[in-house]
């Protein structure tokens, strides 16, 4: 439940003396006031350069990027020493409510936790947990300028608040659960069919793996929905 975040935060002081005034006005930066992620990974910008330059349409260039992307993934993973429940755990000590999606995001080369949370007043929240000791780094509200979108974020809250009314399975459990199957990179609420939640791992070989956890019973199994899925659902 990805959303486009517009955040606009003016400060100004006036100092009356003298005939001066002071104003400080900072706009548009997705990451104002967020501290720095402990956790740095390859940089992004640099990876897609390499990956331009690879893509030659043979099979050894589609090779190399499928290894080069695992390596990433593993790489990644292995780096976040904080699981998603304890990025969730601690989002929650930040900003009370209730957790629908974590995710490990690279930005730039900087690791962090991105973690949403719906509040008891109806807003959303996105956390950012340092992946590296569980610091809290930012929070700010979701928010959109333009009616339609505003419109269906909140339909889209309303759903979630909806399909979490009966569940006993929280975020933070689910990613446990789903923990067993590989290390937890993303968790988020498949509100639109109300079947779960939606888990995403990597293996030590940095393969990727969807799956679903019950929302009452946190029961995993392999999400039938991911187009390369393995069916193997061994617990």
Do not use: C, F, Y
Not at 161 to 178: H, I, N, P, Q
């Amino acid at each position: 439940m990805k959303r486009n975040i517009v955040i606009a935060t003016i400060a100004a002081a006036a100092l009356v003396g003298g005939g001066t005034a002071t104003a400080l006005a900072v706009t548009g930066d997705d990451d104002a006031g967020v501290k720095q992620s402990s956790v740095r990974v390859a940089d992004d910008d640099r990876t897609d350069d390499r990956d331009d330059r690879d893509d030659d349409g043979t099979d050894r260039a589609e090779d190399r990027d499928g290894t080069d992307d695992r390596a990433e993934n593993a790489a990644e993973a292995k780096a976040a020493k904080v699981t998603a429940a304890d990025a969730i755990t601690a989002a929650l000590k930040s900003v009370r409510g209730t957790a629908v999606s974590a995710e490990l995001d690279d930005e730039g080369s900087s690791l962090v936790w991105d973690v949403d949370v719906l509040t008891q007043g109806g807003n959303r929240h996105t956390v950012q947990v340092d992946p590296g000791n569980g610091k809290v780094l930012g929070s700010h509200a979701d928010t959109d300028d333009d009616a339609d979108d505003a419109a269906d974020d909140a339909a889209d809250d309303s759903r979630a608040r909806a399909a979490l009314k009966d569940a006993s399975v929280t975020a933070a459990e689910a990613a446990e659960a789903a923990a067993a199957k590989g290390t937890v990179v993303s968790v988020d609420l498949d509100d639109d069919r109300a079947a779960g939640w939606e888990a995403e791992t990597t293996g030590a070989d940095g393969t990727e793996r969807d799956w679903t956890v019950d929302l009452r019973t946190a029961k995993v199994t392999a999400d039938a929905s991911a187009p390369d899925t393995d069916t193997d659902t061994d617990d």
